[in-house]
């Protein structure tokens, strides 16, 4: 293990005072209505499909085989109880934390805080307007954490995207107070080498730990040529968030090469994200275990010593997992769920030509004990329902439904929807239970659908990218028992012990 050497990175302004702090809090609260975001973390331009496969998506409209534009379609279990439009912050839609009778969801844009003590009826008690994507979100007691992986011009939420090349350019992690959820305050700042894709909570009574995932997606980042083959290690003290810092780097994918250990991805193996990185890691703090979705590869650590992870196996699946996006365990922990984001969310992969193995779920046994514990393969899990050729669709966020002696799963499928279904028996997964609307549109692909789909104290709460939120109530025998397990905190790559 090595400490991050800050020399590596790029020289950026990374301190706020104490003045700036408090005019950042003015310019952030409530619905900031004249505010204008940052048309340079918008979402990449739709794509254009061939004429016969637009024929075909109005087609199977008309057979009735998919849901015309805008139609919200759901199972008989599923109740649709509520939807809030996107407001104030125009991006991209993302993910979700919960704590007591809140949520907060993030936005390229931003985040939003919702009242969801009425979940019939959402409301918006305030909008933050700090532009750089993607806005992963958490939340930890009065704090609250946001990822920026996106080249900004500086470190506060008046920033604007500049080319990474610029020696100036800010990518990290933000640090929020909560306390007064009308009211947020920026409290502080860490630059993390190649910037926060996504981020995990490791909560500790004194500190908050978060792991940072970033990755390489082409060789314009000065700070995340390969290899980049470990996580940031931010440690922030709870009654001093703002002397958050980096305490640590620890190299995940040890080896020879340029490439580090890793997955080397094409031509060796075609088709494959060569592993520059992790994209998610989702911890179960109650087992000291952590699995990480890394591109080209999936892997169990160790985390009891939080500042100093360690990698006890790692697995790749060539043939049909094309990039390793995020891991779910149940609540044994005998096993993990990892997504395969086939297409990188904006591509239509539900459709007949994919097939049920790609763009899908793989579903892990972990054998044996301690650090001789491996991941064992069982099978794939896709939705059963075949999407039009214009639909991104394709595995997304999850979590688990907390149901003793069972493995019940809510997930978001991008356009594909929100998808619930069992994986008790590793061997043979099946959905009990959907929702989705039609394409958004039939003659282009534009992103769009659940980024986030999560059960929290009864409900499904999915964070449609261009729709809003939406919340959910399942009614089936099978998931009843969840409803009655309440938690006064959730974020999803932090798995509770549901029944401690």
Not at 279 to 304: N, Q, R, W, Y
Not at 343 to 349: D, K, M
Not at 382 to 387: A, G, M, S, T, V
Request: charged residues 20%; proline residues 7%; aromatic residues 8%.
């Amino acid at each position: 293990m090595t400490l991050l050497n800050t020399s590596r990175t790029r020289r950026r302004r990374l301190g706020i005072g104490a003045a700036a702090a408090g005019l950042l809090a003015a310019l952030l609260t409530a619905a900031p209505a004249g505010a204008t975001p940052d048309p340079g973390d918008s979402p990449a331009a739709p794509k254009s499909v061939s004429k016969s496969e637009a024929a075909e998506a109005r087609k199977a409209i008309e057979r009735g085989e998919i849901p015309a534009p805008d139609e919200v379609v759901h199972s008989a279990n599923i109740e649709h109880l509520a939807n809030i439009p996107k407001d104030a912050l125009p991006g991209l839609n993302t993910d979700i934390a919960f704590q007591g009778k809140y949520a907060f969801a993030g936005n390229y844009d931003g985040f939003r805080i919702y009242d969801i003590s009425n979940p019939k009826a959402p409301r918006t008690v305030s909008q933050v307007l700090c532009p750089g994507s993607q806005n992963d979100v958490s939340v930890s007691g009065n704090l609250l954490f946001l990822s920026t992986d996106s080249s900004r011009s500086d470190n506060s939420c008046n920033s604007t995207t500049q080319p990474a090349t610029e020696k100036s350019s800010w990518e990290g992690m933000k640090v929020f107070d909560i306390s007064d959820k009308a009211n947020p305050k920026y409290v502080s700042a860490v630059e993390t080498a190649c910037g926060s894709h996504t981020h995990t909570l490791v909560p500790k009574k004194r500190n908050v730990y978060i792991y940072v995932s970033s990755y390489s997606p082409n060789a314009t980042f000065p700070d995340c040529q390969p290899p980049h083959d470990g996580i940031s290690v931010i440690k922030v003290p709870r009654k001093a968030p703002q002397k958050a810092a980096v305490v640590n780097f620890p190299v995940l994918f040890p080896g020879e090469g340029p490439d580090g250990g890793g997955n080397p991805g094409g031509p060796t193996n075609p088709g494959v994200s060569k592993t520059t990185g992790c994209h998610d890691i989702t911890v179960l703090p109650s087992e000291d275990l952590a699995a990480g979705a890394c591109m080209g590869d999936g892997i169990l650590f160790s985390i009891k010593d939080p500042e100093n992870p360690r990698v006890i196996d790692q697995v790749q699946d060539n043939e049909n997992f094309a990039f390793w996006h995020s891991a779910t365990f149940n609540q044994k922990a005998d096993k993990v769920v990892f997504t395969d984001e086939l297409g990188g969310g904006s591509g239509a992969t539900c459709n007949e030509a994919t097939g049920p193995e790609r763009g899908a779920n793989g579903i892990y046994d972990i054998k044996g004990k301690g650090d001789k514990r491996k991941l064992v393969f069982k099978s794939y899990f896709k939705i059963p329902r075949h999407q039009a050729d214009t639909e991104n669709c394709v595995a997304h966020n999850g979590s688990l439904i907390p149901v003793k002696g069972k493995d019940l799963m809510v997930q978001a499928w991008y356009q594909g929807g929100v998808s619930v279904w069992d994986f008790t028996n590793s061997n043979k997964p099946k959905e009990i239970g959907y929702f989705e609307r039609g394409p958004l549109t039939t003659d282009k692909i534009t992103t769009a659908g659940s980024w986030s789909a999560y059960y929290y104290n009864g409900r499904i709460y999915s964070n449609d990218i261009a729709k809003g939120l939406d919340v959910l109530k399942i009614n089936d025998k099978r998931t009843d028992p969840g409803q009655r397990v309440r938690l006064d905190e959730l974020n999803v790559q932090t798995q509770p012990d549901y029944f401690d």
